[in-house]
């Protein structure tokens, strides 16, 4: 098998170093070709993905799966002759009149190791930015979801050559083979344990790492918000793909005085979004099934309040005790512990004392709490009055913080994240730049300000 990688390795690297940059022409027409494996064989990818999780709803497949890597493609192609474009930067004065540029230039070869939770749009969002940058890349998608890594790995010679885009199957021993190969860029979404792993392998051959890693994002609820669209919204992002999102709220903080009304409240929500519970989407298989049961269960042991609606529906843990595992781990499933604080303040105290989360959600309307959570928290994303919505403006980075990840990409941020922003300098004919070379003279001590 490392054999068969270092082959796959070489031959793109070759392509690659034969055409190191690709038109504008070329780029669209590969982002161009991806598009038309992703809507031509829609229900291809809804079946395979149905078929990894054993049920999951064919709407949220069709939003969260399909219809993103299609707006993200759009949005590429549109824009990227703006991004190809070099730059003009001022020069000083005392350089004039040299000119200087920056010029985007592709990386290379990129290198993209898929999760299982979004087995295929965070397969191919990374590679519509590679794409974009005029690279060529490997992916190595998911053991976990293997009916989906199976798809991508039959339709992708049908659109791509190999030179170009090749997928790379394997378990965990074939993962750390392709971590460890010289890519120019590597990109790995999944848990902070393994994202660890693979940025040690990347440092090995210097490679540069995007890593996004997730880790508990919070929402915070303070009292001036409307209870019942704050439920809504956090119940939106907790059901989704039930709650195997990076992205998912992962706990709730409301002051402790306003807790009862929000529990109401996301109970509702509940039941109005989710009142079949046989239709929500299940764990990713039955060890991921035993480790939620497993939680959900050590909070019961230890007389936590649960609100449970159903065995896939979203559950609500009240105050649970700071030494659970659901309160250590980062979630990924259905239960959504619900936490009394003091105020704000002491909920801002709460969130800045763990890892800087993927993502912070904020239900407030006033400025200056808004403000107070821009300049005293950090996070990958701050979000007010939503959840999930941000990682569906193109515009926007995405991307972690410390614990939650390195590196972001998307639209114009994933160009840059996969070229080379190449400093250019132009020399004119005629410059005084020479009056700089020895042997140096006392008036240009003066002139350049340090006589």
């Not at 010289?182 to 979404?189: A, E, G, I, K, S």
């Not at 239960?335 to 959600?361: E, K, T």
């Not at 005629?430 to 002139?447: D, E, F, G, H, V």
Request: net charge positive.
């Amino acid at each position: 098998m490392t054999r068969d990688l270092t082959g796959d390795f070489q031959t793109q690297r070759q392509a690659a170093d034969q055409t190191p940059y690709p038109t504008l022409t070329e780029r669209r027409d590969r982002l161009a070709r991806l598009a038309r494996m992703t809507k031509h064989h829609q229900l291809e990818i809804i079946r395979a993905i149905q078929t990894d999780f054993g049920q999951r709803s064919d709407v949220e497949i069709r939003i969260a799966e399909i219809s993103a890597v299609l707006h993200a493609i759009r949005h590429s192609r549109l824009h990227l002759w703006r991004w190809m474009r070099p730059r003009s930067v001022n020069v000083a004065w005392r350089l004039l009149p040299a000119r200087a540029r920056i010029a985007p230039q592709p990386l290379g070869v990129i290198g993209v190791m898929s999760p299982w939770n979004y087995p295929w749009s965070l397969a191919l969002m990374p590679i519509v930015d590679a794409f974009a940058a005029g690279n060529v890349v490997m992916l190595k998608p998911s053991e976990h979801s293997p009916a989906t890594s199976a798809l991508l790995k039959q339709l992708v010679p049908q659109y791509f050559s190999p030179e170009e885009f090749k997928v790379v199957e394997g378990d965990v021993d074939v993962a750390r083979r392709f971590s460890g190969l010289p890519f120019d860029h590597l990109v790995f979404t999944g848990s902070s344990a393994v994202g660890r792993q693979v940025a040690q392998a990347a440092a090995a051959n210097l490679t540069p790492t995007t890593l996004e890693l997730g880790g508990k994002s919070p929402a915070i609820v303070a009292g001036d918000a409307d209870f019942a669209k704050a439920a809504a919204d956090i119940i939106f992002g907790k059901g989704m793909n039930g709650g195997q999102t990076c992205i998912a709220p992962d706990y709730v903080l409301v002051e402790s005085r306003h807790i009862s009304a929000l529990v109401k409240a996301l109970s509702e929500a509940i039941q109005r979004q989710r009142p079949d519970d046989h239709a929500a989407t299940h764990a990713i298989n039955a060890a991921h099934q035993q480790r939620l049961d497993t939680m959900l269960q050590e909070a019961q042991d230890h007389s936590c309040r649960v609100v449970d609606h159903g065995p896939h529906a979203p559950a609500l843990i009240i105050d649970p005790h700071q030494g659970l595992q659901m309160m250590r781990e980062e979630i990924f499933g259905r239960c959504l512990p619900v936490i009394g604080v003091s105020d704000m303040s002491a909920a801002i105290r709460y969130v800045n004392a763990r890892p800087h989360p993927l993502a912070l959600y904020a239900f407030t309307n006033d400025k200056g709490l808004q403000q107070q959570l821009l300049q005293t928290t950090r996070s990958g994303a701050l979000v007010f009055n939503a959840t999930l919505l941000h990682h569906a403006v193109p515009s926007l980075p995405f991307g972690g913080v410390g614990e939650s990840g390195m590196g972001a990409y998307h639209g114009r941020h994933g160009f840059e994240r996969f070229s080379h922003m190449r400093s250019v300098f132009y020399q004119a004919k005629r410059t005084t730049s020479r009056l700089l070379y020895p042997p140096y003279r006392r008036w240009l001590i003066k002139l350049i300000g340090l006589g």
